[in-house]
């Protein structure tokens, strides 16, 4: 028997050789390559002949088994497969070789129903359908779940030794979320398999907790001389059992989750019960009440997902709560698709009455991370409650979550060729509360002052220096104004004078124009965005209620100021 494995071994690794057309391979690199593949498997050093080689040559040259491989000699020394991407594993398998996997799976089929082989049931399934299909050439009867195209699956076999000769390993690995790739020695353990992706499980160090490792992120593996540190307290048979997937912690309790499931997809959580803790606790007759006892992770929020309206939490509120917000989330991506005719649209209004208006810009979990990034950073640093300048100077993370597909498509929708000028944070609230009158935006900031022609009533306020430019630049800016919060006419919500964008206004054309005019309240959702050209007239009355109203103001230009001056806070895009 040890022979015969030995040859299997001999014959694939000669033809992992062969098949690597970058080098030239002489008998001497063969068996060189032969006796390291029998050392890793056997774990010694196997004497492998020159004889012993050329015969294998000549047997996978032959019928016998099957092979009838293309080897050919180049230079009088060198071999080779004479036809491009051949392998022996291609190979159809022989009559005798399926007669004897069908004694193979009349053997096996003999076991099924003892206790001991109940994971063997899907394996001699599978080999009975290979095998039925090979003699008769028909299709296959069995069509078993499969994803050729993901990753890893290679790494398979050279782990599964590894954990079998206890050999510790580098690794280089990349998770989803890291920017770069990392080396590290691994102590391997098991190989888990969860809805059709494999995972590594093992430990870095001796005294770190277990950590898995997705195959599909391992870039690559290497031996290593390091000692193998084994841990006695690691049982796979129980580390999984009180939770649904690999995401596993042991210091964490389980708690009862009770799930409603409506009528419709009852029997199908009940028939393939997401746990084997899984009860049924109630029925009525609309759905029906099961209990669970896992930990808490992310694959159970995966499965309850994965039913969509079809499953309730009831508990853990924290369950509850979590699976509610990430289902508005889900519905809010769809909101938030913005179509050319909007951004038509939009681009129309601005032009022609000097705003628009366009909800759904930003997710609820976008604004989100804004409230809670603001609000942190106005507390630590001890910032003026109502507002705050130059936003982007002090808190470029913002970026990140404001530029994003949606901003961008605006943008390029009004000027593709805009950058960013000025960002300002207001929060008005019953504590901070303030009435603005009818005005227009007209100066803007620069970094310093450089007297030049029709730029004039210069500024400095604290170190902000300002000026108002000539009406040619006002005209090409604009502004967007996002909402963090719904405005309304009760929370202080901007009021314009549609068309009145046109020109820079006197005192008293401000005065004629509002109050012959009936304005305009520029209600927006959170999350939604007005744009305003700077000239537009508008105002901004007092909030009636007890809600805040929070707006990032962001302005931008697509004309250089002239004379060497710069925009204060200028920020390509």
């Given at each position: ?10 014959y ?5 050789c062969?098949q ?7 008998l ?5 390559a032969?006796s ?16 012993t ?29 004479e ?5 022996i ?64 699956l ?13 050999q510790?390993?580098?690794i ?25 992706r494999?995972?590594?499980?093992g ?14 992120r ?17 049982n ?49 007759n ?6 669970l ?28 709560r ?156 604009f ?12 929370n202080?919500?901007?009021?314009v ?18 109050n012959n005019?009936?304005?305009?309240v ?6 939604g965005?007005q744009l ?42």
């Amino acid at each position: 028997m040890a022979v015969n494995k030995n040859a299997l071994i001999r014959y694939k690794t000669i033809d992992k050789c062969l098949q690597n057309n970058f080098k030239h391979w002489t008998l001497n690199d063969l068996i060189e390559a032969v006796s390291d593949a029998l050392y890793d498997y056997e774990g010694k050093d196997v004497d492998v002949s020159k004889r012993t080689v050329q015969l294998d040559l000549q047997m996978m040259r032959s019928d016998k088994l099957g092979y009838n491989a293309p080897i050919v000699v180049y230079n009088r020394k060198y071999y080779k497969y004479e036809t491009e991407n051949y392998s022996i594993t291609n190979s159809p398998i022989s009559n005798q070789d399926l007669t004897k996997l069908s004694e193979a799976v009349s053997f096996l089929k003999q076991f099924q129903g003892f206790s001991h082989f109940d994971e063997l049931g899907s394996m001699v399934q599978k080999l009975e359908d290979h095998v039925y299909t090979q003699k008769t050439h028909k299709k296959s009867l069995i069509d078993f779940e499969k994803n050729e195209n993901l990753k890893g699956l290679e790494f398979l076999d050279e782990l599964y030794q590894n954990i079998l000769k206890k050999q510790a390993i580098e690794i280089t690995y990349q998770s989803f979320k890291a920017r770069q790739e990392n080396t590290f020695t691994y102590y391997p353990y098991l190989l888990k398999e969860f809805r059709n992706r494999w995972f590594l499980i093992g430990k870095r160090f001796k005294n770190e907790g277990i950590m898995n490792l997705a195959l599909d992120r391992i870039i690559s593996i290497e031996k290593t001389d390091k000692t193998f540190i084994p841990d006695d307290t690691f049982n796979s048979e129980t580390y999984y059992k009180n939770a649904i997937g690999v995401s596993i912690s042991p210091t964490i309790a389980t708690e009862n989750v009770l799930l409603y499931v409506n009528r419709k997809h009852a029997p199908y959580v009940l028939t393939k019960p997401f746990h084997h803790t899984q009860k049924e606790v109630a029925r009525d007759n609309y759905g029906v009440t099961i209990s669970l006892d896992v930990q808490y992770n992310f694959e159970l929020e995966k499965e309850i997902l994965g039913l969509g309206e079809n499953i309730k939490v009831i508990a853990p509120e924290r369950l509850k709560r979590n699976i509610k917000e990430r289902l508005h989330d889900a519905v809010d991506a769809y909101e938030t698709e913005i179509n050319d005719k909007n951004l038509r649209t939009i681009a129309k209004r601005l032009e022609h009455k000097g705003f628009g208006i366009l909800n759904h810009v930003y997710t609820n979990r976008d604004i989100r991370k804004l409230k809670s990034k603001l609000d942190t950073y106005i507390k630590e640093n001890k910032e003026q409650a109502f507002g705050m300048r130059e936003v982007f100077k002090k808190m470029p993370e913002l970026k990140g979550i404001l530029f994003n597909k949606n901003f961008k498509k605006l943008i390029k929708a009004i000027d593709k060729n805009v950058f960013l000028t000025k960002a300002i944070y207001f929060d008005k609230s019953p504590k901070d509360n303030w009435y603005v009158t009818w005005h227009q935006d007209i100066p803007i900031n620069v970094s310093e002052k450089i007297d030049t022609e029709l730029f004039g009533s210069w500024t400095n306020k604290k170190g902000v220096i300002s000026v108002c430019p000539p009406e040619n630049i006002l005209k090409n800016t604009f502004s967007m104004r996002i909402h963090l919060d719904d405005t309304s006419a009760e929370n202080g919500a901007l009021k314009v004078i549609p068309g009145s964008h046109n020109k820079r206004l006197t005192h008293d054309e401000i005065k004629l124009i509002t109050n012959n005019s009936i304005p305009y309240v520029s209600e927006v959702n959170s999350g939604g965005v007005q744009l305003i050209k700077p000239l537009l007239l508008h105002a901004s009355p007092v909030t009636k209620t007890q809600r805040r109203r929070r707006v990032l103001h962001l302005e931008f230009s697509s004309i250089d100021l002239p004379n060497n001056l710069k925009y204060a806070e200028y920020k390509s895009l």
